[in-house]
């Protein structure tokens, strides 16, 4: 199965393709709604893509939409909606949607896909693949990074991740920007060492995890502290990895677990 294109993708896919489309977008809001302005949604005769929320609101929006499109009225129209007057809806807040024709001139207004963070992802074992696939569907930059091409599964990834086998793979460390987000995983404890001392010479990073046990964590602070290592940057390291009380070895299970920490990080 391929991995689910941006937002954006898929509108300028449909434009390629001349896909009669309208543009559904929060506008503003104020109180509790379900998304935050600024959210959009695409809707075609014969297909949705995002979402607004869903409910009432998200099934109004949509036959909204294709109501103009039957009409043949790309024209700007705007709604306010207060959600529990007009649609019953529990959230007590109210908004505006903008609904208008999709075109190559209101896709050029939509700002740019910010990243919620950017990772180096080191290694492609069980829990590297499991993290992957729910990456692929995050508004997120990935290096992942390993030195078996052969470890990488067949099908490729999203285009915001990208594959890198490369050896020695610490070495890609130097590279990666400021504040950039870290995950060792590899197959290897002598690897893990080597990886994760070079982000922690850093000191840089904006988080860094380390898959292991706290026996792990013991181990290898003992040998970060032998090699200069501060007790404040040591401090950072996060091992083992994912946010606490998610019971389970699974490697579904802790990439999960590590991705509630990775957007708690960059909260």
Not at 45 to 56: K, L, S
Not at 73 to 89: F, V
Not at 129 to 149: F, H, P, S, T, Y
Not at 210 to 222: P, V
Request: net charge negative.
């Amino acid at each position: 199965m391929s991995a689910p294109d941006s937002l954006q993708h898929i509108a300028r896919r449909w434009l390629v393709e001349r896909r009669p489309a309208m543009e559904v977008q929060v506008l503003d809001s104020r109180g509790s709604v379900p998304r935050e302005a600024g959210t959009r949604m695409l809707v075609a005769a014969d297909q949705v893509a995002g979402t607004i929320g869903g409910g009432h609101l998200e099934l109004q929006a949509i036959a909204d939409a294709r109501a103009q499109l039957v009409a043949g009225n790309p024209a700007p129209h705007d709604r306010k909606i207060a959600l529990g007057p007009t649609l019953g809806q529990c959230c007590g807040g109210a908004l505006t949607l903008r609904t208008q024709g999709l075109t190559s001139e209101s896709l050029a207004a939509w700002p740019a896909e910010t990243p919620r963070f950017t990772l180096q992802l080191y290694g492609a074992g069980h829990v590297g693949r499991a993290m992957i696939k729910l990456l692929e569907g995050l508004n997120c930059k990935v290096q992942w990074i390993d030195e078996r091409e052969s470890e990488f599964p067949p099908e490729p990834s999203a285009a915001h991740i990208e594959r890198m086998c490369v050896e020695p793979v610490e070495a890609e460390v130097a590279a990666a920007p400021p504040g950039c987000f870290y995950l060792v995983l590899t197959h290897s404890h002598e690897l893990d060492l080597r990886i994760t001392e070079a982000i922690l010479k850093r000191a840089d990073f904006g988080y860094l995890g380390l898959i292991g046990s706290q026996t792990k964590r013991a181990r290898f602070l003992h040998r970060f502290e032998e090699r200069g290592i501060g007790h404040e940057v040591l401090g950072r390291l996060t091992c083992p990895i994912g946010v606490p009380g998610i019971e389970g070895k699974e490697p579904e299970i802790i990439a999960i677990a590590v991705l509630a920490q990775l957007l708690q990080a960059s909260a």
